[in-house]
């Protein structure tokens, strides 16, 4: 359970430090190089995250059957063989995908993206470096798998910590030295992603165990592992297709500074889901430890656990940025026409997305199972009445709309999910999921940082609105802890320790 704990806190704070990295600099790209550029970044984002479809559940796999074999006896070899396996399918995906992006770059700056101030001659060539950058960072995804499924996520995560560092700095660096351009940004990322590949594949193929012999492609591995990559690979296409459609959409619809004030809300509603992730990527591998070991009583301890945990990490989060997201983006900006244009769709977005990171546990259980049917059908059904709603609501309402449809789409999913899954895994845990990881942390949420915002009676001086904002936040994570079962008794099991030690003294 140490091991646990180390390997949250490392993923909590390699994310918060990413997560930091990119809200410091993102204010700084859009001075250097405009909200169009910036859109442009957004775009590249979008992207990414399409052509990771042909990731096809790889590192989920890889990070399960680290996990998995790390328990087992005599599996070292196998373990090495299969890293080699997958490892030369991931390259060869990656060259695909950077070739693919690099063939579609001139249909995208022509036919696609509403520029007004970049040319498209501009927009080409950033888009022919972009296909170089996501090559070379399709690969890192893999690799990282491979160690938070070895359970080394402090390593992975001064990896992470110092690439996100350079990658941020560096690029303020060159666009202030070098050329305040998006082509010179994305030059640096090749820098950058080059440098991470390397370091995450030399660490991973140390930290494996020493087999027997040198590590070999073997063709026989990939039959073992098929059906879930398959399902993994299925869940991970529909996700995709969720959580990129909107803004493939706005992309086309809206002009380019249009989409570039979307994807700023995106991002920062986006953000919480780096409180999240780690806890995720964390748990994880240890649900498939004890459903591999078939601890019934551990898992559905430390499911209930986990999921107070997270809500906990989200909500006060969430709950506030919703409630006061005018003045949040203001006072990070500096720019009250950007507030004015995006405040909306992050309130709207960042609630759609807490949904989301509040059902990471019970999606983690499934998959530590093995059971991926339910994710595949759940998303499969999302996303065929997600494509014409959003069409429709984005047709009508522009991109308040699309957020809106974000919005609806996890509630229900929330709603239906959940005894779904409960009817075949910890089958009596439903209502207390509900209420105690859930409810309860939700309602102290709402009534601590709503009373603050009704008491607002006016426009404040941003140094008073900063310490107020604090101040609330505060107050909101201080009762929300004390509410929620599992840290309220960490916490008041802490507050005795502190006690004794004085008591002694």
């Known amino acids: 359970m140490n091991l646990l704990k180390k390997n949250i806190a490392a993923n909590f704070t390699g994310s918060i430090w990413q997560a930091i990295m990119g809200l410091v600099f993102i204010p700084l790209y859009i001075k250097f190089m405009g909200i169009e550029s910036w859109g442009l ?13 042909l990731d096809m559940g790889l590192s989920s796999t890889l990070n399960r059957e680290m996990a998995r074999l790390s328990v087992l006896p005599g599996k070292e070899q196998e373990m090495r063989n299969l890293v080699r396996t997958l490892e030369a399918v991931y390259w060869c995906v990656a060259v695909f995908v950077g070739i693919a992006v690099v063939s579609l770059s001139p249909f995208i700056a022509h036919h696609w993206v509403k520029a007004g101030q970049l040319s498209p001659k501009t927009i080409e060539q950033a888009l022919l470096i972009m296909g170089f950058v996501i090559a070379l960072q399709m690969p890192t995804g893999f690799y990282s798998g491979g160690l938070m499924g070895l359970q080394k996520q402090v390593l992975l995560n001064v990896i992470n910590i110092s690439i996100s560092t350079l990658r941020g700095a560096g690029a303020i660096l060159i666009l202030w030295l070098v050329s305040p351009t998006i082509q010179a940004f994305f030059l640096w990322q090749i820098v950058i992603s080059i440098t991470n590949a390397f370091l995450l594949a030399f660490f991973l193929w140390r930290r494996l ?15 073992g592992i098929w059906r879930f990559t398959a399902g993994m690979s299925g869940i991970t296409i529909l996700a995709t297709i969720l959580t990129q459609l909107d803004k493939v959409i706005l992309s086309k619809m809206l002009s380019l500074e249009m989409f570039g004030y979307y994807m700023l809300a995106s991002m920062v509603a986006m953000s919480i889901g780096r409180l999240f992730i ?13 459903v591999a070991i078939n601890d019934q009583d551990g898992l ?15 909500l006060p989060v969430a709950i506030v940025i919703a409630l006061f997201s005018y003045e949040v983006i203001l006072l990070w900006t500096q720019n009250p026409a950007t507030a004015e244009k995006c405040y909306l769709l992050v309130s709207i977005l960042i609630c759609g997305t807490a949904i989301n990171g509040l059902m990471g546990m019970p999606y983690a259980l499934q998959l530590a199972f093995g059971w991926t049917r339910l994710s595949f059908f759940k998303t499969l059904i999302a996303v065929i009445l997600l494509v014409p709603l959003i069409i429709y609501m984005t047709t009508h309402y522009g991109a308040t709309g699309a957020a809106i449809v974000w919005l609806v789409l996890h509630m229900g999913l929330f709603f239906i999910e959940i005894p779904i899954m409960h009817r075949r895994l910890l089958r009596t845990e439903k209502w207390r999921w509900y ?24 426009p404040m001086p941003q140094f008073i609105m900063l310490l107020y904002l604090i101040i609330i936040s505060v107050l909101t994570l201080g ?27």
């Open 41 to 53: 970044i957004g775009f590249f984002a979008t992207l990414q995250a399409i052509f990771g479809l």
């Open 209 to 223: 165990p020493l087999g027997e012999k040198r590590a070999v492609f073997q063709k026989q591995l990939l039959k």
């Open 278 to 290: 780690p806890v995720f990527y964390s748990i994880y591998p240890r649900f498939t430890q004890l």
């Open 300 to 314: 559905k301890q430390l499911y209930h656990k986990s999921c107070q945990f997270m809500s906990v990490l989200i």
């Open 435 to 458: 209420w105690q990881d859930v409810c309860i942390p939700l309602g102290a949420c709402i009534s601590v940082a709503g009373l603050g915002r009704i008491l607002i009676s006016g």
């Open 479 to 505: 009762i929300t802890l004390i509410t929620t079962p599992t840290t309220r008794s960490w916490l008041f099991g802490q507050l005795f320790k502190i006690k004794l030690v004085y008591g002694a003294k």
